[in-house]
């Protein structure tokens, strides 16, 4: 019986093996049509899942070196604080008109030249060492501003209201001692201009901070204007205690005053932040000093 089982066994598998190499060279070669398609149908929902996410990471990197850069401004702003009697950098400062734009000295125009080209970036510099600090990655920087005239457009504005200027003392008379919140104020924001608006009453400034004026130009049709706030419906701002965060466009609106809180008029047709401006956008002359409801501690106004 042995003898017989083995013999069944060596048939059997000889049967299998023919089977197979009969089935192998049977077997077609390459995709059929369907067989294409269903796989191009799988890639391309595989590419609409992950591209978004791909640009969502990309973003987010950016979003980490722009605070990165702040954060070094801001730190610089700090150090630049301890080195002039706690007194912060002023914007256009006057010096002799024969020297270049110490941002860019290639800037082949004559306002590079101007007795006011000295801006705060300037200051900060030496605490900074290097000008691309000054730019966002996510933003697209004025070239002719900077190979012109020397200056960085669509880049980080100042505090103007909290720093003051050579022709207006801020209200917080323009030194950190002034300041009661230096780690809730911020110092340094993302902005086209290279200062944040401001109200000017008898060469007193003050932050134009109204919450109607900044929700009509970071969400214009109450959608958010992603040139102003780039980073995930948000961006970044330098605090006066040197350090960086970034805030959603929604939360730092909630944290600016409404024209019921804060008797600053408003800026007729909103801010002016694009290209080509008219001169004097960023300030506007006030009959009396502003008042307030409550402490609005971003601004400084506590």
């Given at each position: ?150 200056e960085i457009k669509n880049g980080y504005a100042i505090n103007l209201g909290i720093t003051g200027s ?30 944040t608006y401001n109200y000017n009453n008898s060469s007193t400034l003050y932050p134009a901070a109204l ?92």
């Amino acid at each position: 019986m042995s003898l017989f089982h083995e013999g069944c066994r060596a048939c059997a598998l000889l049967y299998f093996q023919r089977g197979e190499i009969l089935n192998n060279t049977k077997r077609p070669m390459g995709f059929t049509l369907i067989e294409l398609l269903v796989v191009i149908a799988i890639i391309a929902i595989l590419a609409a899942i992950l591209f978004p996410v791909f640009a969502q990471a990309r973003e987010k990197a950016r979003q980490t070196s722009c605070m990165s850069n702040l954060k070094q401004i801001g730190t610089g702003v700090y150090m630049y604080v301890q080195d002039y009697d706690e007194s912060y950098p002023f914007s256009d400062t006057t010096v002799p008109n024969t020297q270049p734009s110490p941002l860019n000295p290639n800037a082949t125009g004559a306002f590079a030249r101007r007795v006011n080209h000295y801006k705060w970036e300037a200051w900060v510099l030496p605490y900074i060492k290097s000008t691309q600090i000054f730019f966002c990655p996510s933003r697209t920087r004025d070239e002719e501003a900077w190979s012109v005239n020397g200056e960085i457009k669509n880049g980080y504005a100042i505090n103007l209201g909290i720093t003051g200027s050579p022709n207006g003392t801020s209200f917080i008379g323009g030194t950190i001692a002034g300041l009661q919140t230096p780690a809730e104020t911020f110092i340094i924001q993302e902005l086209w201009n290279q200062i944040t608006y401001n109200y000017n009453n008898s060469s007193t400034l003050y932050p134009a901070a109204l919450r109607e004026d900044w929700e009509a130009y970071l969400k214009p049709n109450n959608a958010v204007d992603k040139k102003s706030a780039p980073h995930s419906d948000g961006f970044v701002f330098a605090y006066a205690d040197g350090h960086a965060k970034w805030m959603k466009v929604d939360n730092f609106l909630g944290q600016c005053p409404r024209t019921s809180e804060y008797s600053a008029p408003r800026f007729s047709g909103g801010f002016k932040t694009n290209p080509g401006a008219q001169v004097g956008v960023n300030t506007r002359a006030i009959g009396a000093a502003p008042t307030w409801t409550r402490p609005f501690p971003l601004w400084g106004l506590n």
